[in-house]
């Protein structure tokens, strides 16, 4: 969350950190603030006026990762029949979680699993109401709660062939959107 | 994997240390090594002959929990028709993963991501053979080992979910045996 208070140059800072952060956590999740801080091209004492631990410097990388993702998946028009926005939502998320899942992942390690999922919350109830649109009727509403649990670890497997170099970005795509489509009991477009 | 010419009081000390971990590891993913020892009612000097590193005694819960799952598999009789052996299988698997997943999680948050997957292997390729039983002429060979990922993330958020207490686990047993079913495209039995 930006504070408007913030100078400019102090916010030019924290984005730099932030990038430098997301970008280095790709190829090691383990990179130290000081690693952060010359990628950056920061001071230690700017950085840690931002972040004073490593833990709130990737809370914030985290945030920021999902804070994005909840911008693309508002924007999206939902409007069409249930089968059709399952698969816009799938392929939209799809997009802006194939961009930074080794750099969040990596920053999911270090983090306790209740503050990840309390961060995922605006995603997952996003999906949780037109999963309920594809299956209400048919399903009953506490396996609901399993298939969105499902799908989003559908989403993060294909994202970890991506990350693992065993699959192209595209053909997990594909697939991912075949196996949604077949496990949330739909058809794209149908 | 044991050491024929460990001492038996060894091999007792080691099996000790190994079970601490698991149990501390359920409540308490960082449980230190002196924590560890304490609990498995060793010396730390001991506790460092067997695992000179954390890593190493990580890697050694790990592998154990692994090399378990891989016998209680190696006994099942998957003669069945495919669709009856997948069913099986998973709910063998299941089994196994509902009581050890808190800990090999968490185990698996320190260890780098390939280590965890070369680990993951034995388990893996009899997944592997089931699936291939069951969709092959009807699937793409490529796309069979995005299936055998699929139904392996099913299977881990399945356990996460009872971990996290948000279900049973039998509940959630029924449910990852519809979906995994549903998602190979078969039916139980069928």
Same mark, same amino acid.
């Given at each position: 969350v930006k504070d408007p208070t913030l100078r400019a140059d102090a916010r030019r800072n924290r984005q730099a950190v932030l990038d430098a952060a997301l970008e280095l956590f790709r190829t +090691?999740?383990? $990179?130290t603030v000081t690693q952060i801080a010359v990628a950056a091209g920061v001071g230690r004492v700017t950085l840690h006026g931002h972040f004073p631990t490593r833990t709130d410097l990737v809370l914030a990388v985290l945030d920021q990762a999902l804070g994005r993702a909840d911008r693309v998946l508002g924007d @999206? +028009? @939902? +409007? $069409? $029949?249930p089968a059709e926005a399952l698969d816009r939502l799938v392929a939209a998320t799809w997009t802006v979680l194939a961009d930074g899942h080794a750099a969040v992942e990596a920053a999911c390690r270090v983090l306790p699993a209740d503050r990840v999922d309390a961060l995922h919350q605006p995603v997952t109830d996003r999906l949780a109401g037109v999963v309920h649109r594809c299956v209400t009727g048919r399903v009953p509403e506490e396996d609901e709660e399993w298939l969105v649990v499902a799908v989003s670890a559908l989403m993060h497997a294909a994202a970890g062939e991506v990350t693992a170099g065993r699959t192209t970005a595209g053909a997990a795509e594909r697939r991912l959107r075949a196996s949604v489509a077949v496990l949330v009991g739909v058809r794209p477009g149908g």
């Open positions: +090691d999740p383990s $990179a @999206l +028009d @939902l +409007d $069409a $029949a």
